[in-house]
């Protein structure tokens, strides 16, 4: 069985460009959730999708970020424009069961804003 | 005062020795711990959860929680070369709320076995 992939790997982008990042889940998964570490913070959460529809997106810094998941399969993280700050790893995780913190992590993409 | 804190090390240990892994968290009312394993490059791997006081064994590792003291470990006998990892202290603070999944983590332990 896949396990989550995220694509892509690494991005580097200067500041005030986009960049959309993508998450697949495992499949039949219909919690995923969106992770991000900054150099030297703690990893921190950004928010929770069930299915299409995102039941949590308190962790989300600002209106430049703007996640999707049309479907209820994989989810799309788009920060437009991006700022210096913004510079960290994604991560996104799932869960087949909605009541758990037992999730399951992606590889991670890696931001780079010059 | 951060709300999950974990000694970031490195901590060092010989190979077969045990390696203790401490966290502390500020939420009384947190109701559930995980343990993640992170190799370098990759991803974290859940290696323990545990949502009772005392002690919880799976093979080589045991979870402790002491929710009165706000305290939750990570004990690894018999450690190896291959535990040489980051471990990430993990704790779900959202008690009453529908995001189980929302965990608040520490920073991390790296952790170094050497032969």
């Known amino acids: 069985e896949a396990g989550v992939t995220q694509f892509p790997s690494h991005s580097v982008i200067e500041k005030g460009q986009t960049v959309t990042l993508r998450c697949d889940p495992i499949?039949?998964?219909?919690?995923l959730y969106w992770y991000r570490r900054v150099m030297g913070k703690e990893i921190k959460f950004l928010l929770h999708?069930?299915?299409?529809?995102?039941?949590?997106e308190s962790g989300m810094p600002n209106n430049r970020f703007l996640a999707e998941r049309t479907g209820g399969t994989y989810s799309t993280l788009k920060v437009q424009p991006a700022e210096l700050e913004d510079s960290g790893v994604y991560f996104c995780?799932?869960?087949?069961?909605?009541?758990?913190?037992?999730?399951?992590f992606g590889e991670g993409s890696r931001l780079t804003v010059l | 005062q951060k709300e999950v804190e974990q000694n970031s090390g490195p901590l060092s240990v010989p190979e077969g020795a045990i390696a203790s892994l401490n966290c502390t968290y500020s939420?009384?009312?947190?109701?559930?711990f995980f343990w993640y394993r992170q190799y370098s490059g990759k991803s974290p791997e859940l290696i323990m959860f545990?949502?009772?006081?005392g002690d919880k064994e799976d093979g080589r590792f045991t979870a402790q929680l002491n929710k009165a003291s706000q305290y939750v470990s990570l004990l690894i006998r018999d450690s190896q070369p291959s535990d040489s990892a980051t471990y990430l202290c993990?704790?779900?603070?959202?008690?009453?709320?529908?995001?189980?999944?929302?965990?608040?983590f520490g920073q991390g332990t790296i952790l170094t076995v050497h032969p």
């Open positions: 995780a799932s869960s087949q069961v909605r009541d758990t913190g037992e999730l399951f």
């Open positions: 999708f069930v299915k299409e529809s995102k039941q949590d």
């Open positions: 939420d009384r009312g947190s109701q559930s």
């Open positions: 499949s039949g998964h219909d919690n």
């Open positions: 993990a704790v779900n603070m959202d008690a009453g709320g529908t995001s189980y999944g929302k965990l608040t």
């Open positions: 545990i949502y009772s006081n």
